[in-house]
């Protein structure tokens, strides 16, 4: 059987926030599991600063199947966990099902990767103190507020931390965090 992995969605998740580490696990030798607040059909985001706007665009992306709640997630059947970007965290980060996730995966020091706006569900559960990570600029406020350290780097990896700033990063920072999943997998085999 293959080790599952968390990926935290909700509706208007970006696109290739998402896509790209999903395709990613599954040829990694991963069991994807999208995690929503219910299951059903979300519908996913496209986001990019046209040119000559100052803020971000948002388009109908693709849609995507939830595999499972948050209510009903066991942390313990998993190998780590996704945080994806787009519109979703800010509204889904109150859930207190996805808070006590998030924390799991933080207390074992599983390997969690964020990306973008995912970073609001770690600050909003307090995990983030202490931690560098990347995010969107726009996202900096939420990750200080919480005591995390902003980075304006396309990788930022604090142990079993990973983070990029937005899909433009998906290349440089979703391998490290593939290895980090392939090293665990290995010691827990």
């Known amino acids: ?15 290739l926030d998402t896509m790209y580490p999903y395709y990613r696990l599954i040829e990694a030798g991963f069991q994807p599991i999208v995690a929503g607040p219910e ?10 600063v046209k040119p000559g706007w100052t803020i971000t665009k948002e388009w ?5 199947q939830s595999d499972i709640a948050f209510r009903d997630i066991n942390p313990d059947e998993y190998l780590g966990i996704f945080f994806s970007g787009g519109r ?4 889904i980060r109150e859930d207190p099902d996805l808070i006590r996730v998030t924390k799991h995966f933080f207390e074992v020091d599983a ?6 706006h995912g970073v609001e569900i770690p600050a909003r559960a307090g995990c983030v103190q202490g931690r560098r990570m990347a995010t969107v600029a726009k996202c900096q406020f939420d990750l200080e507020v919480c005591g995390g350290i902003y980075v304006d780097e396309p990788c930022v990896i604090d142990r079993n931390l990973v983070s990029g700033r937005t ?4 290349g440089v920072f979703v391998g490290p965090w593939i290895k980090l999943l392939e090293e665990r997998h ?3 085999s």
């Open 111 to 116: 390997p969690i990767m964020s990306v973008c």
């Open 1 to 15: 059987m293959k080790p599952k992995v968390l990926i935290v969605i909700g509706d208007a998740a970006e696109t």
């Open 88 to 91: 979703a965290p800010e509204y």
């Open 39 to 48: 299951v059903h059909r979300y519908q996913m985001v496209l986001h990019e």
């Open 186 to 188: 290995r010691q827990q």
């Open 60 to 64: 109908e992306g693709y849609t995507i």
């Open 167 to 170: 899909f433009h990063d998906n």
